[in-house]
């Protein structure tokens, strides 16, 4: 008894199946040399010498593996706190969020069902290298601490990896890189700033409010510590990370100090006092 193998990828034979192999002479444990696909076929041969004794065939058996497919990547999102969802215009629900945590979400599917485990990793424009932040996470979602890691435009890629269901090697992984994302921790900085009295119970106060990475996204100022009044630059847009300010101020006490705050697009503040004499 000898046996012969093909295969092709639709269950009807036709010309794309490959032809019939080479005879399998002992064919227990041997591995089937037909091309990989979809569909096999066997034939058995059998012969004989003797007219007296006829072959007999018991039964057939192929084990085979199915060849792991891929996991895929369908989304990848950055969460920011609330009232800092810059980087998304997409009404999302309340986040829980830290001012200085961000939450990676993901999407992920493998057409074989086969458990995933990711792994996080981060990179800073303008270099080559990723960093790895977190390794074999089981959950679609990473929160990260970004006063651990410097201001900056960053990418984030995540590594989906089947090995869970699979031996090493025949693991399957697939990865997603993310749109760019502003870091920043760093308070704007006010510089010019200038007090000039007009009168005794006026005065006019100028500068400058700048940001590296962020745009300015608000100033305000108070006087003699009452509450906080909010002031538009000069050209009457938070359009920039760069901002000029001033202001003509007059009442009937005569002032004693004025501070002004100013705070970027991500919530950092910075504040600076002018004694007025």
């Given at each position: 008894i000898?046996v012969?193998?093909?295969?092709g990828n639709?269950?009807?034979?036709?010309?794309?199946?490959?032809?019939w192999?080479?005879?399998?002479?002992?064919?227990?444990g041997?591995?089937?040399?037909?091309?990989?696909s979809q569909?096999?076929?066997?034939?058995i041969?059998?012969k004989?010498?003797?007219?007296?004794?006829?072959?007999v065939?018991?039964?057939?058996?192929?084990?085979y593996?199915?060849k792991?497919?891929?996991?895929?990547?369908?989304?990848?999102d950055?969460e920011?706190p609330?009232?800092?969802n810059?980087?998304?215009?997409d009404?999302k629900?309340r986040?829980?969020?830290?001012?200085?945590?961000?939450?990676?979400?993901?999407?992920a599917?493998?057409?074989?069902?086969d458990?995933?485990?990711y792994s996080?990793?981060?990179?800073?424009?303008?270099s080559?290298?990723?960093?790895?932040?977190?390794r074999?996470?089981?959950?679609?979602?990473?929160?990260?601490?970004?006063r651990?890691?410097?201001?900056?435009?960053?990418s984030?890629?995540?590594?989906?990896?089947?090995?869970?269901?699979?031996?090493?090697?025949y693991?399957?992984?697939?990865?997603?890189?993310?749109k760019?994302?502003?870091?920043?921790?760093t308070?704007?900085?006010?510089?010019?700033?200038?007090l000039?009295?007009?009168?005794?119970n006026?005065?006019?106060?100028?500068?400058?409010a700048?940001?590296n990475?962020s745009?300015?996204?608000?100033?305000?100022y108070?006087v003699?510590?009452?509450?906080?009044?909010?002031?538009?630059?000069?050209?009457?847009?938070?359009d920039s990370a760069s901002?000029?300010?001033?202001?003509?101020?007059?009442k009937?006490n005569?002032?004693?100090i004025?501070?002004?705050m100013?705070q970027?697009?991500w919530?950092?503040i910075?504040?600076?006092?002018k004694?007025i004499?």
């Amino acid at each position: 008894i000898t046996v012969q193998t093909r295969t092709g990828n639709i269950a009807g034979v036709d010309d794309t199946w490959s032809d019939w192999s080479e005879e399998y002479v002992h064919p227990k444990g041997s591995l089937i040399k037909s091309p990989d696909s979809q569909y096999i076929q066997f034939r058995i041969n059998f012969k004989t010498v003797t007219k007296n004794r006829t072959p007999v065939l018991y039964s057939v058996e192929i084990p085979y593996l199915l060849k792991n497919r891929p996991p895929e990547i369908t989304k990848l999102d950055l969460e920011v706190p609330d009232g800092n969802n810059k980087n998304e215009k997409d009404k999302k629900p309340r986040s829980t969020l830290k001012q200085w945590e961000r939450r990676l979400i993901w999407d992920a599917k493998d057409p074989d069902n086969d458990k995933l485990v990711y792994s996080v990793y981060a990179r800073i424009e303008n270099s080559r290298q990723w960093v790895l932040l977190k390794r074999d996470l089981a959950n679609k979602d990473f929160i990260f601490d970004i006063r651990k890691i410097p201001d900056g435009v960053y990418s984030f890629k995540i590594v989906a990896d089947d090995m869970p269901d699979n031996s090493q090697g025949y693991n399957m992984t697939a990865e997603k890189v993310s749109k760019k994302y502003i870091i920043d921790t760093t308070a704007p900085v006010i510089t010019k700033l200038v007090l000039q009295n007009l009168t005794v119970n006026s005065f006019k106060i100028s500068g400058k409010a700048t940001d590296n990475l962020s745009r300015i996204d608000n100033i305000s100022y108070s006087v003699d510590a009452e509450k906080w009044i909010n002031l538009f630059p000069k050209d009457m847009l938070f359009d920039s990370a760069s901002e000029e300010f001033e202001l003509v101020y007059k009442k009937k006490n005569k002032p004693t100090i004025i501070m002004i705050m100013v705070q970027d697009e991500w919530g950092n503040i910075n504040t600076r006092y002018k004694k007025i004499k």
